[in-house]
């Protein structure tokens, strides 16, 4: 019967234990563990629990101290600072792995689409990459002083990653005096932070076509970015071929950026009527709307035109000067248009600058303000 069975002890392993029980009739031992074990990349076997607590504090950039107090309110033993140490080893090791497993099948998927493009490069596959590079705290036009650094190259065609690398300027262990041998040191950049971001890029660059067998012929960055000289000047042989397509969110941000200092310097363009905190926002969407319909446009020619009397009009529209506005953009426009066939068959649609001749002054004033605008943009985004 269970009753006959005898609680015998227990042993504990961090989060996991060990419960020893013990028959009353014939003294047999039975184990029962309360998790079980799994195989790590350096053939050690660890409790599941453990790895799922570890893994957790990683996650959320937790470490031993947090998961020691988080687990302290409830009552509950953890495993000592060297376990936790060792296991988030074993955790790190299986994450760079599944990473460049996943990375390789990328490089493989993307090779093969540059292959049915027919898209080559010195009869190598090129393709096109969006690269990108962030720091550890906010630097947007101050305080370049990072301490890490990441930067990241990702498939045009697939979305997924291709190159992932991290500068890091500290190390927390070599600054308590640990030596070398006895600790993972990480620390691998001494030159500003400002050059983490085009180092990772040029490093990624450089083995694009050993790892992956293309070459990234094209790639969309930010605006100020330093990569592109970067990139042209150190990638051996194709560096000087390769091509730098703009980032639309980044011009659409330098945009607003443009606006805000606009307003800064000019403080009577605010107020009712003028940029507004809402039109400055309008404004901004205006150009990503442009930007994102003209980009459905199959002749790369036309759509780069249309583009940029969108753009250029953006202002006018925003303002609700709708004269110049394309059918195909403005619900006004579409309107007029339409109302232009139904009464003269002709569509054409008349100089709205000269209407009212009374209003003339405050439209030269606002048509002012907006051509700053305009200006803005031709010289921000």
């Keep these: ?5 005898l609680l015998a002890g227990e042993k504990r392993d961090g989060l996991a234990s060990i419960i020893s029980t013990r028959c ?27 790895l799922a607590s570890v893994w957790g504090q990683m996650s959320t950039g937790g470490g031993h101290s947090k998961l020691q107090e988080t687990m302290g309110v409830l009552g ?3 495993m000592s600072a060297r376990h936790f140490i060792n296991t988030e080893r074993d955790i790190g090791e299986w994450w760079r792995k599944q990473l460049e497993e996943v990375m390789a099948e990328a490089g493989k998927e993307e090779k093969r689409l540059a292959e049915e493009r027919g898209d080559y490069h010195e009869g190598v596959p090129a393709i096109t990459v969006i690269v990108d590079g962030g720091w550890s705290k906010r630097s947007h036009r101050h305080s370049y002083n990072a301490k890490s650094g990441v930067g990241i190259i ?22 308590q005096g640990v030596s070398p041998d006895q600790h993972t040191c990480y ?20 083995q694009a076509e050993q790892v992956h067998g293309v070459r990234y012929k094209r790639f969309v960055g930010d605006g100020d970015s330093s990569v592109y000289p970067t990139l042209i000047e ?48 309008r404004l901004t969407s205006a150009a990503r709307c442009a930007i994102k319909m003209r980009s459905k446009e199959p002749d790369i020619t036309k759509a780069v035109k249309l583009l940029e009397r969108d753009l250029q009009n953006g202002p006018y ?59 803005v943009w031709e010289h921000t985004g």
Excluded at 198 to 206: A, R, T
Aim: hydrophobic share 25%; charged share 30%; glycine share 8%.
């Design 1 to 5: 019967m269970w009753w006959d069975i």
């Design 76 to 78: 509950v033993p953890v």
């Design 154 to 175: 990702v498939g045009q065609a697939t979305g997924k990653l291709l190159y992932i690398g991290v500068r890091n300027k500290y190390c927390t262990a070599c600054t």
């Design 317 to 375: 529209h925003c303002f609700g000067h709708h004269e110049r506005c394309s059918p195909d953009f403005c619900l006004s426009a579409r309107e007029r248009v339409e109302s232009s066939k139904d009464t003269s068959g002709d569509g054409a649609a008349s100089d709205g600058d000269t209407d009212h001749p009374d209003e003339s002054d405050d439209l030269a004033c606002k048509f002012s303000r907006i051509r700053r605008v305009v200006w």
């Design 187 to 206: 620390k691998n950049w001494d030159k500003s932070s400002s050059e983490m971001e085009p180092d990772i890029i040029l490093e990624g660059f450089k």
């Design 24 to 50: 009353s009739q014939c003294d047999h031992v039975i184990l029962l563990e309360t998790s079980r074990k799994v195989k790590g990349p350096r053939g050690y076997r660890r409790w599941e629990c453990n």
């Design 234 to 281: 150190n990638v051996p042989g194709w560096g000087r071929y390769i091509e730098k397509l703009e980032c639309a969110n980044h011009a659409c941000k330098c945009y607003r950026s443009g606006l805000e200092k606009l307003v800064q310097d000019k403080p009577s363009y605010k107020g009712r009527g003028g940029l507004t905190q809402k039109m400055r926002r």
